[in-house]
């Protein structure tokens, strides 16, 4: 009990730089779309070799290159900061992918027809694409959520406090490492499953919303 | 900031040792994962109810648990039960765990595709159960589970990064260390992060290549 409490004072953090970087790649995977879909040739090319970067390179070398290698004048980032910054960027990168996926699979004549209608594009992006681009995406973009929510435990590398960091420090301390880390395990397995579940129950109320 | 290009080109080279050991690393966990990944991907579906519990836990925890907790499991955790191993093999053992765990899901979703005309045919020609999954039904849903297992490989590699938390003394751990003997920590990441992406970045490409070729009759 004593084992349990001392890993759940970790569980805000986990969550916490889960939910920001997520929001953070959610944000950022925004342009990197509309540079995946440029007709320049060279937006385009600095877009994809972005995104090749920021995937290719694992998660926790980009902590650490902004926790220890980057600083502004006198200041270095907070570890907290650096987590979900760097979380968020490689987060965007896979989220454009998805959103990329996603627009694509929109039917051509829906373009049309919203042209045809005299829409403005922003009004078919708004009423007509986005709408059916983001129920293609959001399965896809709930299993990341949950990928991200066990990416958040890389940030206890760079000494954020999150559960991977108290189970460790407990282990350490009780020498009885083996439950410590089944029941980090299995805390994070069940943060994953109503994650999972809303997934499910989403994406069959959406398939009805659609299917007619 | 142009003193960083000299720097991360006089630590790269030295480097290279820890790259050969990530790559170690991850090669004998695909070795020793693949084999339970298929294993599990039939025990998970299996009449028997012993196999079927044992499967489901494996794949389960291995999928949920983060691989950095199931590292510092077995590396801090199995001292607990008397079992003592090198940081090497133990986070060997957690990524096996992790890769069959992934792996199972992958193949059991190629062999599901495998047609059902398939499994009906050879009914019809009076095959056994093994000569089925021999000869039909694992070749064609490996086929189809490639480019998925060859995309899972990669990340596989991106995680081995991890085994730096127990002292595997990989592309990481090296990176860190010249860091923290020379304080130039920003070279040394970036000489690092260059590394991983010039490997995964052309496997990620051969996968999707793979992928093109694979699907081109359909």
């Given at each position: 009990?004593q ?7 970790g569980?805000?953090?986990t ?9 953070i790649g ?11 879909r440029?007709?320049?040739?060279l ?5 994809r070799?972005t995104?090749d ?8 070398v980009?902590?650490?290159i ?6 502004i ?13 760097g979380?968020g ?11 990329r ?5 929109v ?19 708004g009423?007509?694409?986005g709408p059916?681009?983001?129920?293609t995406?959001?399965p ?8 991200l929510?066990k ?11 999150e ?6 420090q407990y282990?350490?301390?009780?020498g009885?490492g083996?439950l410590?880390?089944f ?7 069940l943060?994953?499953m109503?994650l999972?579940?809303?997934s ?7 398939r009805?919303a659609?299917a007619r | 900031?142009?003193?960083l290009?000299?720097?991360i ?16 690393l991850?090669?004998f966990?695909?070795?020793?994962g ?19 519990y ?11 648990a983060p691989?950095?907790?199931?590292l510092?499991?077995?590396?801090y955790g ?10 090497l093999?133990s ?7 992790t ?12 062999i599901?595709?495998v ?16 000569d089925r999954?021999r000869?039909?039904v694992?070749?064609?849903?490996m ?6 297992l060859?995309?899972f ?12 938390t ?32 010039a490997?995964?970045i052309?496997?990620t ?14």
């Amino acid at each position: 009990m004593q084992m349990l409490q001392a890993i759940a004072v970790g569980l805000p953090l986990t969550i916490l730089v889960t939910i920001l970087a997520l929001a953070i790649g959610t944000v950022l995977a925004i342009p990197l779309v509309a540079g995946l879909r440029s007709g320049n040739r060279l937006v385009w090319l600095l877009t994809r070799g972005t995104i090749d970067l920021l995937r290719g390179i694992p998660p926790v070398v980009w902590l650490f290159i902004l926790y220890y290698g980057v600083s502004i004048g006198a200041l270095r980032m907070s570890a907290l900061q650096a987590a979900v910054i760097g979380l968020g960027l490689v987060a965007a990168a896979y989220l454009a992918e998805i959103f990329r996926g996603a627009i694509g699979s929109v039917h051509q004549g829906q373009w049309e027809a919203s042209s045809a209608l005299g829409f403005r594009t922003g009004t078919a992006w708004g009423r007509v694409i986005g709408p059916q681009a983001w129920r293609t995406a959001i399965p896809a973009y709930t299993t990341y959520g949950i990928g991200l929510l066990k990416d958040s435990s890389i940030a206890s590398t760079i000494g954020v406090a999150e559960i991977v960091f108290m189970s460790n420090q407990y282990a350490r301390q009780s020498g009885e490492g083996i439950l410590v880390f089944f029941i980090a395990a299995g805390i994070y397995i069940l943060l994953s499953m109503p994650l999972g579940m809303l997934s499910r129950h989403l994406d069959t109320k959406m398939r009805k919303a659609v299917a007619r | 900031m142009n003193a960083l290009l000299p720097d991360i080109a006089t630590i790269l080279p030295t480097l290279l040792g820890g790259l050969q050991i990530s790559l170690t690393l991850t090669f004998f966990s695909l070795l020793f994962g693949l084999p339970f990944g298929m294993l599990f991907s039939f025990g998970v579906t299996a009449d028997n109810k012993i196999f079927r519990y044992i499967s489901v836990f494996f794949v389960e925890v291995g999928r949920g648990a983060p691989a950095l907790v199931l590292l510092q499991l077995m590396y801090y955790g199995l001292p607990n039960v008397q079992i003592t191993l090198t940081s090497l093999v133990s986070a060997c053992l957690a990524l096996v765990w992790t890769t069959a765990a992934y792996t199972a899901e992958l193949i059991r979703g190629g062999i599901q595709s495998v047609p059902h005309g398939e499994i009906e045919g050879s009914d019809a020609l009076g095959m056994s159960v093994r000569d089925r999954l021999r000869f039909i039904v694992i070749p064609q849903g490996m086929r189809i589970a490639l480019p998925s297992l060859m995309g899972f490989a990669v990340l596989l590699f991106q995680a081995t990064s991890l085994a730096y938390t127990v002292a595997v003394p990989e592309l990481m751990s090296q990176a860190y260390s010249t860091g923290s003997s020379t304080f130039k920590y920003l070279p040394a990441f970036i000489a690092a992060g260059l590394l991983y992406a010039a490997i995964s970045i052309p496997a990620t490409w051969l996968s999707v290549l793979t992928e093109k070729r694979l699907s081109r009759h359909l």
